[in-house]
């Protein structure tokens, strides 16, 4: 019935069919593999600071990010404020910038939080190998949508960013979404 506007009930339904599909296809992707291990134990003291995001499956928000720089900061109620700057689309693009608010999960040895990215809504964020001199990690999800490779540095050797890649690729994540997240000297930090 072409040019029959369909009651509101309708139309919710409608709008309600067009995400679920998205939804349940992100949900039923990280429930075919089991769950990606945390490390065992994090240090939460010295694992805060600055981070260069050097590669992995980015989210939307990420996509076309350069000299991104994620900084934890442990506040005194025991959450983290996570913060994420950014060039959008090049590196003289227009530099962002996006605070998060994130909690340890209990029992997990500090290793696994929730984020709240938006609202009321939380995300996963799982450190699944951490470099003994905590110089580099990648943080990952169940649902093997968004993983990241963060440094001390933002030069980080070939060979341990491929490293990074075949882990992520080995735990189930598609490896046609990498992404390495240039940094260009004088631009990352600011």
Same mark, same amino acid.
């Not at 709008?15 to 769950?35: E, I, K, T």
């Not at 001199?133 to 990952?140: F, H, I, R, S």
């Given at each position: 019935?072409? $040019?029959? %506007?369909?009651?509101? =009930?309708?139309?919710?339904? *409608?709008?309600? !069919? ?6 349940? &296809?992100v949900?039923?992707?990280g ?52 913060t994420?700057?950014?060039?959008? $689309?090049? %590196?003289?693009?227009? =530099?962002k910038h996006?605070? *998060?608010?994130? !909690? ?6 500090? &290793?696994?939080?929730d984020?709240?990215?938006f609202g ?9 190998w951490l470099?003994e ?9 169940d ?18 960013l ?5 882990r ?7 490896p046609?979404?990498w992404r ?11």
């Amino acid at each position: 019935m072409a $040019g029959v %506007a369909l009651p509101v =009930r309708a139309r919710l339904k *409608a709008a309600r !069919r067009r995400w679920a599909a998205p939804l349940l &296809a992100v949900a039923s992707a990280g429930a075919s593999h089991p769950p990606v291990p945390p490390v065992p134990q994090l240090d939460l003291p010295r694992f805060m600071g600055t981070w260069y995001l050097v590669g992995g499956m980015p989210t939307p928000f990420e996509r076309t990010a350069w000299n991104a720089v994620q900084t934890y900061t442990l506040r005194r109620d025991g959450s983290i404020l996570t913060t994420l700057t950014f060039n959008q $689309g090049g %590196a003289e693009g227009p =530099r962002k910038h996006i605070e *998060a608010p994130a !909690r340890v999960r209990p029992g997990t040895g500090n &290793a696994v939080w929730d984020v709240r990215v938006f609202g009321p809504f939380t995300s996963q964020y799982k450190v699944v190998w951490l470099r003994e001199d905590y110089g580099l990690m990648l943080v990952a999800r169940d649902a093997r949508d968004y993983a990241w490779v963060f440094a001390r540095s933002p030069a980080v050797p070939e060979a341990e960013l491929e490293a990074a890649r075949r882990r992520l690729q080995g735990w189930g994540y598609d490896p046609g979404k990498w992404r390495y997240v240039p940094q260009v000297a004088g631009h990352a930090a600011q």
